[in-house]
C-alpha cells in the first residue's frame, strides 16, 4: 500500500510564506500525477494544484495562480507546493493526492487520486 505522508505546514502571517512536502512511500506503484487540496471546517474539499509526473505539466486553481507553485523531484517521490503571498482565506489542512493513472484528465476532482495524505495544518493570520 501506498504511503503519503505531508510536512511544512504551521502558522504563518498575511503575506508570507510556506513549502509543504509530500513524500509517497511503500510497495512498488506508479506515479501519474500529484495534487494537493484543502479542507477548511465546514467547507467542500477544494483542488489547490496538480502536477503530471511525466513532462511536469501543471495544474492550478483559479485562487491561487500567481502565488503557488507546485513542483516534483521525481527521484524522491515528492511533491512540494510553495506558497507565497498568503491570505487568511488559505487557512485550511492541506492533503496530497496520488493519482496512479493512467489517464489524468480531471485533476481538480478528489475522487480521481488513488491515495491521500494524513493532511498539514496551514494557518494564516491576518
Known amino acids: 500500500q501506498v504511503q503519503l505522508v505531508e510536512s511544512g505546514g504551521g502558522l504563518v502571517q498575511a503575506g508570507g510564506s510556506l513549502r509543504l512536502s509530500c513524500a509517497a512511500s511503500?510497495?512498488?506503484?506508479?506515479?501519474?500525477?500529484m495534487g494537493w487540496f484543502r479542507q477548511a471546517p465546514g467547507k467542500e474539499r477544494e483542488f489547490v494544484a496538480a502536477?503530471?509526473?511525466?513532462?511536469?505539466?501543471?495544474y492550478y486553481a483559479d485562487s491561487v495562480k500567481g502565488r503557488f507553485t507546485i513542483s516534483r523531484d521525481n527521484a524522491k517521490n515528492t511533491v512540494y507546493l510553495q506558497m507565497n503571498s498568503l491570505k487568511p482565506e488559505d487557512t485550511a489542512v492541506y492533503y496530497c493526492a496520488l493519482d496512479t493513472g493512467p489517464t489524468f484528465s480531471d485533476p481538480n476532482r478528489w475522487y480521481k487520486y488513488d491515495y491521500w495524505g494524513q493532511g498539514t495544518q496551514v494557518t494564516v493570520s491576518s
Open positions: 502536477i503530471k509526473w511525466s513532462g511536469g505539466s501543471t
Open positions: 511503500g510497495r512498488t506503484f506508479t506515479i501519474y500525477a
